[in-house]
């Protein structure tokens, strides 16, 4: 989550209750969401916060600026059920104990992205924030324990320690400089380079000028020009904490509810012109696999098969091909050029389709990461998709849509986007006052040809809003190019009405 700008402490905005600023305790919840609440009730003079985290970046970013910024603060409790692949917790617990090494990985993580990013970082450059979190706090592991009241009576027994304030000042959020000062901004980009990498010019043209890739997946059209084809909305179903899923680790879930949501994204998906794939997230190898049996039985959209489990991804990809499902399934996604990853892959390739996450900060971070995995993955993956990933808003969000567009120009393969991660960050009071769906359509301005947009559930609100940006992209080609889109477009559903 992004920096809320608010004059007291707590800084960074999160899923928290604040209880006694002069307490000593901090406590991290992981994935256990009815904690926090529940152990500041039971021990307010003792906490001075008590939060969930769920991702191994910015969420732990977010936990350890705010315990940093209060010297109060000498007690860290981990506790709560892990989440899996991200593994929050335990990245935590590795970070108290080995820090983070040269390119900002949390030594020792199991996490799947465990880099703390200077772009997450307001109090200080991410090297002195770590240390000063190491010494400052003692770290309580209790991963696992989901009993507030054992939590309260652990935190109970540690505050008969007297422990006074930490010696040093808080590290506060540092002031933005030239907040306003576009002249010297813009001056200090062209001296950087920052709008040309490898000599590709941002985005200020309509077309792309060279051939790009069109892939066919199960009927759906992937890739090409800006307006050519629609781009591929993919809503996400049974991702974790979905109401419909009843046990996670086995894949049993309410399968009536499931084939309402399918279905009416496949009705949308009719109306508007946009075509659609299914989206499953999966946290094993058996329930990513019992989804996918089921949405394949339900619907013939192409399904992308996900999961933070890389052993996860792997069994129920090898369980596509044995049923003959792997030319309507992409494989979401492929992480690093690692050795133990590439080995897993290996025992199923080739691979079809596959998405290649390129997650980064800037265009050259993305850049080089790209580059890195696609020449590893070479005979293991046949088509690949790029994703350039997406930060959360405040953090670099739009620029990575700058990166997809940059990436299908250099490289001409299709691109996708999880777009709905952008509003990961931003704090539910703000949603509420809030219209954050512009997001939606920016995936269409940019070109980029897979929209993973989040939760199923949100089909009826997404399907119109980008089908009315794709109008608009083609018809701008139209009146400005003279080129019409492919005849399937929803350019043709806005002509239908004049």
């Keep these: 989550m992004g920096v809320v700008a608010v004059a007291k402490w707590p800084y960074f905005a999160g899923d928290y209750v604040v209880g006694r600023e002069e307490a000593a305790f901090a406590v991290v919840t992981c994935g256990s969401h009815d904690l926090p609440e529940k152990v500041v009730a039971l021990a307010a003079d003792l906490v001075a916060i008590a939060g969930s985290c769920e991702t191994e970046n910015d969420g732990v970013a977010r936990v350890i600026q705010n315990i940093v910024s209060n010297s109060n603060i000498r007690f860290l409790v981990v506790c709560g059920e892990e989440v899996v692949g991200h593994a929050p917790g335990q990245t935590i617990v590795s970070l108290h104990e080995n820090g983070i090494g040269p390119d900002y990985k949390v030594i020792g993580s199991e996490g799947t992205i465990p880099v703390l990013h200077p772009k997450y970082f307001k109090v200080g450059d991410p090297y002195t924030v770590v240390e000063r979190f190491r010494k400052q706090v003692e770290l309580v592991d209790l991963r ?104 996670p680790i086995k894949g049993i879930f309410d399968e009536k509810a499931a084939e309402e949501l399918i279905v009416r994204q496949t009705e949308l998906s009719d109306e508007y012109c946009v075509p659609s794939m299914v989206h499953v997230v999966g946290e094993t190898g058996e329930a990513l696999s019992n989804y996918m049996l089921f949405v394949a039985d339900v619907t013939d959209a192409p399904i992308i098969i996900d999961s933070t489990s890389l052993e996860a991804r792997v069994e129920a990809m090898m369980i596509a091909k044995e049923v003959g499902l792997e030319h309507k399934t992409i494989y979401n996604s492929v992480l690093s050029a690692e050795e133990r990853e590439l080995e897993a892959l290996r025992d199923v390739a080739p691979i079809e389709h596959a998405i290649i996450l390129s997650y980064g900060f800037t265009l050259d971070e993305r850049l080089k990461k790209a580059d890195l995995i696609l020449s590893s993955v070479r005979g293991v993956v046949e088509k690949a998709i790029l994703d350039p990933g997406v930060p959360i808003l405040g953090e670099g969000g739009l620029e990575a849509l700058h990166s997809a567009w940059t990436m299908k120009k250099l490289y001409g393969y299709p691109t996708a986007i999880g777009i709905h991660n952008m509003l990961a960050g931003v704090h539910h009071e703000l949603r509420r006052k809030m219209d954050f769906s512009f997001i939606y359509a920016l995936p269409s301005l940019y070109g980029v040809d897979l929209n993973l947009y989040g939760p199923m559930k949100n089909a009826p609100r997404i399907f119109p809003l980008v089908a009315a940006a794709e109008a608009a992209v083609a018809d701008e080609l139209h009146s400005v190019l003279g080129v019409h889109p492919r005849p399937t477009h929803p350019y043709y559903k806005v002509r239908e009405t004049k």
């Design 144 to 247: 696992g324990e989901k009993n507030p009241d054992s939590i309260a009576a652990k935190i109970r027994s540690l505050a008969t320690k007297r422990v006074e304030k930490y010696s040093e000042p808080p590290l506060l959020p540092l002031p933005e400089e030239e907040k306003y000062d576009w002249a010297t901004a813009l001056r200090r980009i062209e001296e950087k380079g920052w709008l040309r990498e490898r000599e590709v010019e941002p985005v200020s043209s309509l077309f792309y000028r060279r051939e790009l890739m069109v892939y066919d997946v199960a009927g759906v059209k992937l890739g090409g020009q800006r307006g050519e084809y629609s781009t591929v909305l993919a809503g996400t179903i049974f991702y974790r904490k979905e109401p419909i899923v009843r046990d």
